[in-house]
């Protein structure tokens, strides 16, 4: 079992900036890759970006070139920088961390991206 936190989410203007973070507790197992996932209202939830253990990463085209995935300096913590910001942003963000075949969700964090 692993266990995420996420944090960071809040109210912002468009065209502003939030950091999101993601601690995974500790696991026997090697995390393989952490992502960030969102869902709207009404909406299916989506990839957002990923990270795999060796550092190489993926993201959505909605937000390529205005989000930002890293890990930390800290084991199994994980970072997502929302720059550039849209009202279609908005959303609830979740933290994923995939160990061995099973994926582990966050509690998930409002993002709210006023116009």
């Known amino acids: 079992q692993v266990r995420l936190v996420e944090s960071g989410g809040g109210l912002v203007q468009a065209g502003g900036s939030l950091r999101l973070s993601c601690a995974a507790s500790?696991?026997?197992?090697?995390?393989?890759?952490m992502a960030w996932h969102r869902q709207a209202p009404g909406k299916q939830r989506e990839l957002v970006a990923a990270i795999s253990i060796d550092g190489s990463t993926n993201y959505a085209a909605s937000v390529k070139g205005r989000f930002t995935i890293f890990r930390g300096n800290t084991k199994n913590t994980m970072y997502l920088q929302l720059n550039s910001l849209k009202p279609e942003d908005t959303a609830v963000y979740f933290c994923a961390a995939y160990v061995r075949h099973l994926t582990y969700w966050g509690q998930g964090t409002q993002v709210t991206v006023s116009s």
């Open positions: 500790e696991t026997p197992f090697n995390i393989n890759a």
